[in-house]
């Protein structure tokens, strides 16, 4: 997957999953947070398991740094 096509993708999800995360800060809640978006990076992502890896730890930076 190309650098603008997985940009395109993340500015799609992350507000979907920031909202998520602001509705509930229950630890249980931010697990399935977790679990969304590696399953969404898991449909979109095409690349080897590593690469996938690497976006989906930029991904939880973006959603869990502050």
């Known amino acids: 997957m190309k650098s603008k096509e997985m940009r ?3 500015n799609k999800y992350v507000p979907m999953m ?3 995360s602001e509705m509930d800060n229950d630890n249980s809640d931010i ?7 590696a399953l969404i990076l ?3 992502v095409s690349d080897t398991e ?3 890896k ?3 730890d930029k991904l939880y ?3 869990f740094t502050y």
Do not use: G, P, V, W
């Open 8 to 10: 395109k993708m993340i």
């Open 18 to 20: 920031l909202a998520l």
């Open 31 to 37: 697990n399935r947070i977790e679990i969304r978006a």
């Open 42 to 44: 898991d449909q979109i």
């Open 50 to 52: 590593k690469t996938a």
């Open 54 to 56: 690497k976006k989906f």
């Open 61 to 63: 930076h973006e959603l």
